[in-house]
């Protein structure tokens, strides 16, 4: 892998840079809730924006891929439910 301060190779096992001697396993990887938003908590952002939103906004922090999934899961929502809406309005007006 290469440093992502000074861009060196250095092992991947290397724990600081050989090149400017900064930390290579980031202090934020081990305590940082890394895993995926349930199945179900997705389809409820994405049924309701809101949620997602919420939800972002609460995991931001502390769960990086919660928060990211319950983003996308609510602007999938989102723009699923305006699409829906243009349907449902072109279709209304035919
Ligand atoms: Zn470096």
């Known amino acids: 892998m290469f440093c992502e301060k000074c861009g060196k190779e250095v092992n991947d096992e290397a724990i600081v840079c050989v ?7 980031s202090t934020t990887e081990s ?3 890394k895993e ?4 179900g908590v997705k389809f409820l952002s994405f049924c309701f924006p809101i949620v997602g939103g919420i ?3 609460v995991h931001q ?3 990086p891929q919660k928060s ?4 996308s899961a609510a602007l999938w929502g989102f ?3 305006i699409l829906l809406n243009i349907l449902a309005a072109v279709g209304g007006g035919m």
Request: charged share 15%; hydrophobic share 30%; proline share 4%.
């Open 61 to 63: 922090n502390s769960a």
């Open 36 to 39: 995926p938003l349930s199945g």
């Open 31 to 33: 305590d940082v809730n």
């Open 19 to 25: 090149g400017c001697g900064c930390s290579l396993k």
């Open 55 to 57: 939800l972002y906004f």
């Open 79 to 81: 723009g699923v439910g």
């Open 68 to 71: 990211k999934d319950a983003c």
